[in-house]
């Protein structure tokens, strides 16, 4: 077997799930040339949640700061996550906006692009799919894994087949809520790796407490890259630490053969960051196993969400009954994956379900757009008493959502108005309005302020 590639995530995800997604450019940029010297197969920097944070929270424009780190890597792959026709927003965007977006994350830089699907329903990822391959960027696709009657194998070998004809040029197992065992990896890796040559990925959590040893025999399986994240962003809800997996390894045929001292320099700085976020951000809840997750397949970020939720509605002794009318409403609905923006959907409806006293006597617009099929195909068809029940006797759509919208650069273009100074403002407006609308102004008086 060959030297197995390692993607860091400490950029992305690793913070993404232990510190709300905060750490800022500032913090990222001076520790990069160092990163860029531990040899890598790729750093995940972008995608996901960074791009809504910086305009929401840390007044940076997302941009900018791919730009930024780009000008700073120069020997490492850069990596984002997104999530098919919804980008990294939570509706699907016309095809217009996939396009013009990706363009522009490739164009500044971005050289390998993963794409998933919260139904792995291939008709949303296909744009996707077009437009990095016609950009020249390397294009990953994810399965969203899931455990349910009809997430079987098969389900997911299927699925690869139909990646790798629409144009994959790898794959990732992407377990979000870290449910992978790991004698199941192994099989599932074994199983991919017959049936397709493309070059395999895990991408898992340490919520569970399995992660490691679910990258261990998937690695002894063949797996060709695995996602880790440097030790203090790591573990938690977080990835396996990089250093341990790259040390563990260490002369064996599978030995990532990354710098370790590059490692070191880059955990200890780190360090020092992340007490910055001890007062802050960082919940210690994060980095306690929770072996529940098994049970309920709730991700480690939908299990703190449903705590803060419980706690508003003044309503924490209900949260053994939430959380066990997850996996119900789940079923309900066809088995979708537990993943954005899915799992916030499925979370809410539980809640309300166990809060009003009555199974969907409180039903969410999204629920109400998911059962129409405004999110796209479910694994398994919802019941014709389920679907009555949550959108009485309105019609169901059948063909791609996406194709049930007109473009919308230019309708975007005059909503924003003069506020937006480039393309790339626009495509900021186009998946968070009022957010990037408040971040332009924002920009406008501190240029004002200081010319």
């Known amino acids: 077997m060959s030297r197995l590639k390692i993607a860091e995530t400490s950029l992305r995800d690793g913070h993404q799930s232990l510190i709300a997604t905060r750490l800022t450019t500032d913090e990222i940029l001076p520790i990069l040339s160092e990163m860029d010297k531990a040899g890598y197969y790729s750093m995940e920097v972008w995608g996901g949640a960074t791009f809504d944070t910086c305009l929401r929270y840390l ?5 900018e700061r791919l730009r930024k780190i780009r000008a700073n890597v120069k020997n490492t792959k850069l990596q984002m996550l997104s999530r098919g026709q919804n980008i990294l927003g939570y509706k699907n965007y016309p095809d217009d906006i996939v396009e013009r977006f990706l363009k522009n994350a490739i164009y500044e830089g971005i050289d390998i692009v993963r794409i998933f699907d919260a139904l792995n329903d291939i008709r949303n990822l296909k744009k996707s799919i077009e437009i990095i391959n016609k950009e020249g960027a390397h294009c990953q696709c994810a399965i969203s894994y899931t455990i349910s009657p009809v997430h079987t194998k098969e389900y997911y070998l299927n699925l690869i087949k139909e990646f790798e004809s629409a144009g994959a040029d790898s794959i990732c ?42 990258l261990l025999k998937a690695i002894e399986a063949g797996v060709d890259i695995v996602d880790t994240a440097i030790s203090p962003l790591s573990s938690g809800t977080s990835q396996p630490a990089t250093e341990s997996l790259a040390l563990t390894l260490k002369d064996s045929p599978r030995d990532p053969k990354l710098n370790i001292d590059s490692l070191n320099n880059t955990a200890d700085y780190f360090k020092s960051i992340m007490k910055k976020y001890e007062e802050k951000e960082f919940n210690i809840k994060v ?40 996996p119900k409403v789940r079923e309900d609905l066809g088995f979708p994956p537990l993943v954005t923006p899915m799992s916030q959907m499925i979370g ?20 109400k757009n998911y059962v129409r099929g405004m999110y796209g195909r479910p694994a398994v068809p919802l019941s014709d008493e389920i679907t009555k029940l949550i959108i009485g006797d309105e019609e169901v759509i059948t063909v791609r959502p996406a194709d049930l919208l007109g473009d919308g650069y230019e309708e975007f273009k005059e909503q924003i108005g003069h506020l937006a100074q480039t393309e790339q403002d626009l495509l900021s407006y186009a998946l968070f309005p009022q957010v990037a609308k408040d971040f332009f102004e924002k920009r406008k008086q501190n240029v004002t302020l200081h010319s």
């Open 59 to 63: 007044n940076e424009d997302p941009w």
């Open 173 to 214: 197992i992407k377990d979000m809520s870290g449910i992978l065992l790991p004698y199941q990896a192994y099989d599932l890796v074994k199983s991919i790796k017959e049936v397709t040559k493309l070059p395999l990925e895990l991408h898992t959590h340490c919520t569970s407490g399995v992660a490691e040893m679910s």
């Open 287 to 326: 980095l306690m196993t929770e072996p529940k997750t098994l049970l309920y397949q709730i991700p480690g970020g939908m299990l703190s969400n449903l705590l803060v939720q419980m706690k508003s509605l003044n309503a924490s002794d209900k949260f053994e009954e939430v959380l066990a009318e997850v």
């Open 348 to 367: 809410a409806q539980a809640v309300f379900n166990v809060i009003s006293g009555e199974r969907y006597k409180i039903i969410p617009t999204e629920i």
